[in-house]
């Protein structure tokens, strides 16, 4: 079985950063893709970033890039996404994802987590 537990959302004002993280428990985390995506109260899921299950490819949404980096360490099975020049549309819960796909399409998530709030001030 599978379990995800995110951490490291909070309140911050724009032009901040925050750092989650996805603690990942069960077998082969290294073998996966793994992701992030948010879902906004009102809006639908969007997905945000991926890395390969070596960390040495990712992909981003359009509008993330240049300010979000996903990262992995396989060591410690847990997934990351470092958050800078935070603005108040990126508000939402975020969400750690594992994919069958490959990193730079990757589909939906066949495990995820409870998510952790992120909400951007202006």
């Known amino acids: 079985q599978v379990q995800l537990v995110e951490s490291g959302g909070g309140l911050v004002q724009a032009g901040g950063s925050l750092r989650l993280s996805c603690a990942a428990s069960g077998r082969s985390f290294s073998t996966y893709t793994m992701g992030w995506f948010r879902q906004a109260p009102g809006k639908e899921r969007e997905f945000v970033a991926a890395?390969?299950?070596?960390?040495?490819?990712?992909y981003y949404v359009d509008s993330v890039k240049g300010r979000f980096t996903i990262s992995r360490d396989n060591a410690k099975s847990t997934v990351y996404l470092q958050m800078n020049s935070l603005k108040p549309e990126d508000t939402a819960v975020y969400y750690c994802g594992r994919y069958l796909g490959i990193y730079n399409n990757p589909g939906q998530p066949d495990y995820w987590g409870q998510g952790t709030q992120v909400t951007v001030s202006s």
């Open positions: 890395t390969s299950w070596s960390g040495g490819y990712t």
